[in-house]
């Protein structure tokens, strides 16, 4: 009688772990559709306020061009390249301005999220991850590392106490420094140089 009480034990536990490990991969896969509809969201949002930034910054170069040009007419060459490079410096510094200004946005945890995101997936590996905000961001690190690990539960991200000489955004690097994606908007706007040089240099 002992012996069959024992199989019977021992069967019963079986279905117990066989019906936990299913609930176990339901739940997983649950959780990645939700993250990956909350990233697709966000990454469009995104996207959606970098196109505003880059029409609010295309009518304010033309307006600076308009200005500009008009006193440079009668000058050289010379000087009209001197004009082409000012005003790609004045449009990138007012894009940097205006992604700076995002801080004060209701969402702007949400985006600094978002980024990190984007500078994870960029890096292609997730055997263990330090971040970096800049020391105004800093105390959003801690929401932000939260809703990390609810995307990422099997990746080990910490965040530095030591700011990144950034104005906003964020560095996210391997655990031990090989490799690192900057998502700050310093090196966004470089990024975007080209881009703006193509929309805007032809007005000239």
């Not at 949002?45 to 061009?65: H, N, P, V, Y």
């Not at 030591?162 to 690097?173: R, T």
Request: hydrophobic share 35%.
């Amino acid at each position: 009688m002992k012996e069959v009480s024992n199989e019977k034990i021992d069967s019963l536990r079986d279905i117990i772990l066989e019906s936990a490990n299913s609930e176990k991969k339901a739940a997983l896969t649950q959780g990645r559709r939700e993250a990956d509809e909350w990233i697709a969201g966000e990454t469009e949002k995104l996207q959606q306020e970098t196109d505003m930034i880059l029409q609010d910054a295309k009518k304010r170069s033309e307006d600076i061009k308009r200005r500009q040009i008009l006193s440079a007419e009668r000058e050289k060459a010379t000087e009209t390249l001197r004009l082409q490079n000012r005003l790609l410096s004045d449009a990138m510094g007012l894009l940097q301005d205006k992604l700076v200004h995002l801080r004060g946005r209701e969402d702007y945890k949400e985006i600094l999220t978002g980024m990190c995101i984007d500078a994870i997936e960029s890096l292609g590996t997730k055997d263990g991850l330090s971040i970096r905000f800049s020391a105004t961001d800093l105390p959003l690190a801690e929401p932000v590392e939260q809703k990390l690990h609810e995307i990422y539960p099997d990746v080990s991200i910490s965040f530095s106490t030591d700011p990144a000489p950034i104005l906003g955004g964020c560095w996210v690097s391997t655990a031990d420094g090989q490799r690192q994606v900057n998502m700050d908007w310093q090196n966004i706007t470089q990024e975007m140089a080209d881009s703006l040089a193509e929309r805007l240099l032809p007005l000239l």
